[in-house]
């Protein structure tokens, strides 16, 4: 009983900081006003590796459930990434599924905001097919 306890504030407190949107800033210097730059969000099963010339140094936690957002400045870039779930097969049997890393292109306007978009698997099936050639786009969102 004591241990559960013990563990379970823990535990809440974890997932509290493994929930929600981590903000990055992708340029030099100062915090520039929103106006001037454009927002991208990434949902935790897409791993960014690279966006243009910035690299994303964040350790990679498969329990890491955070949507990611870039403040990014105005301009052209290629994102580089890679899909990463963790799939339930059968009660407590998990699968971790994985794509080889590949880029999107896409070009950022000023106070725009846009977001990866994929259909996400929910099966093992289906996370091997989409891992073998992942489809992802980027749509500009309100």
Same mark, same amino acid.
Request: hydrophobic share 40%; glycine share 4%.
């Given at each position: 009983? +004591?241990?559960?306890?013990?563990?379970?504030?823990?535990?809440?407190?974890?997932?509290?900081?493994?929930?929600?949107?981590?903000?990055?800033?992708? +340029?030099?210097?100062?915090?520039?006003?929103? *106006? @001037? #730059?454009?927002?991208?969000?990434?949902?935790? =099963?897409? #791993?960014?590796?690279?966006?243009?010339?910035?690299?994303?140094?964040?350790?990679?936690?498969?329990?890491?459930?955070?949507?990611?957002?870039?403040?990014? &400045?105005?301009?052209?870039?290629?994102? @580089?990434?890679?899909?990463? *779930?963790?799939? =339930? &097969?059968?009660?407590?049997? &998990?699968?971790?599924?994985?794509?080889?890393?590949?880029?999107? %292109?896409?070009? *950022?306007?000023?106070?725009?905001?846009? @977001?990866? /978009?994929?259909?996400?698997?929910? /099966?093992?099936?289906? *996370?091997?097919?989409?891992?073998?050639?992942?489809?992802?786009?980027? %749509? =500009?969102?309100?």
């Amino acid at each position: 009983m +004591y241990k559960k306890i013990c563990i379970l504030p823990l535990v809440f407190v974890l997932s509290s900081c493994l929930s929600g949107t981590k903000h990055y800033q992708l +340029y030099p210097g100062a915090a520039k006003p929103a *106006a @001037k #730059l454009a927002k991208l969000t990434v949902d935790p =099963e897409i #791993l960014v590796l690279k966006i243009s010339k910035y690299y994303d140094k964040t350790p990679i936690l498969s329990f890491d459930m955070r949507v990611k957002q870039y403040d990014i &400045l105005p301009g052209t870039y290629t994102i @580089k990434m890679k899909y990463h *779930a963790i799939i =339930e &097969l059968k009660g407590d049997d &998990l699968v971790k599924i994985s794509s080889q890393p590949f880029d999107v %292109e896409f070009k *950022a306007k000023k106070g725009k905001r846009y @977001k990866l /978009n994929f259909k996400n698997p929910t /099966n093992f099936k289906d *996370a091997k097919k989409f891992a073998a050639a992942p489809n992802v786009t980027i %749509e =500009e969102i309100n």
